[in-house]
């Protein structure tokens, strides 16, 4: 009786321990997956707004032979618009093109002097009130995150003044750079600087004086520099 009782005990300590091995054991928590933060892109759309100054690097003075000096300017003033552009990042590289037109301040406080022979005194107001001028640029850029530092340069179109009088839309050429940071995903400020060459009418002004004193003065380049600041709007990316 008493084999039949440790046997007994003996089997039931065998089968309460296979059964214990068959039961699940307890799993050890899900390791916490980190939540990646997106990287920004300057890839995508934009459009804003700008404001700045631009001054006329030209020295219009001029000896004309049997009609005295004439020029004489101060250009400088405010220039103001909008852009439109789109950017495409490939790594830290930065390509893109951007379009803009521009109020420009520039033309509107010309005093041509012209001293005759006579002598006499003439001084002729070259005021403009239409002055425009418009870029079509490429942009190429190096991201550091956040902060965009580019150059750019294209075809550069407008009007900001003609030699006594007239209005007229000539084409050439601009240069630049700038620095531009994104505050948020979508907006961004920019700090810019372009030179623009115009060419001016190939076409020489004939200035008629009524004193038997004429002049035909052959225009030069309209150059300017521009520094501007701006704010654009920069829509996500598909």
């Known amino acids: 009786m008493k084999k039949i009782l440790l046997s007994s005990v003996a089997l ?14 307890r799993r050890a928590p ?9 990287v920004f892109s300057w890839t995508g759309f934009y459009l804003g707004v700008n404001a700045g100054g631009a001054w006329n690097t030209n020295n219009d003075k001029v000896f004309v032979p ?10 400088a003033g405010f220039t103001g618009g909008g852009q439109i552009g789109y950017n495409y ?3 830290m590289f930065v390509l893109g ?7 420009a301040d520039l033309g509107r406080k010309h005093n041509d002097l012209v001293l005759l022979n006579d002598p006499a005194l003439v001084a002729l107001d ?8 418009g870029t079509v640029r490429a942009r190429a850029g190096v991201a550091f995150d956040r902060a965009l530092v580019y150059a750019t340069g294209g075809f550069a179109y407008g009007d900001v003044g003609n030699r006594f009088g007239g209005n007229s839309t000539n084409g050439g050429w601009t240069v630049g750079g700038g620095i531009e940071y994104a505050f948020t995903n979508n907006l961004t ?6 030179y623009v060459n115009l060419e001016r009418n190939s076409n020489n002004d004939l200035v008629a004086l009524g004193l038997a ?14 520094i501007r600041a701006g704010l654009n709007y920069k829509f996500n990316s598909f």
């Open 30 to 38: 899900a390791p916490v997956v980190p939540v990646a933060v997106p």
């Open 97 to 103: 093109v951007e379009t803009d037109l521009q109020y």
């Open 89 to 91: 990042q490939m790594g």
């Open 12 to 25: 039931l300590g065998l089968t309460a321990g296979a059964m214990a091995a068959d039961l699940p054991s």
């Open 189 to 194: 400020a920019k700090v810019e600087g372009l």
């Open 213 to 226: 004193e004429a002049a035909a003065l052959k225009n030069k380049n309209n150059e300017f520099g521009v």
């Open 66 to 75: 049997g009609v005295g000096v004439v020029g004489g300017n101060s250009n």
């Open 126 to 133: 070259r005021g403009n009130s239409n002055n425009f001028f």
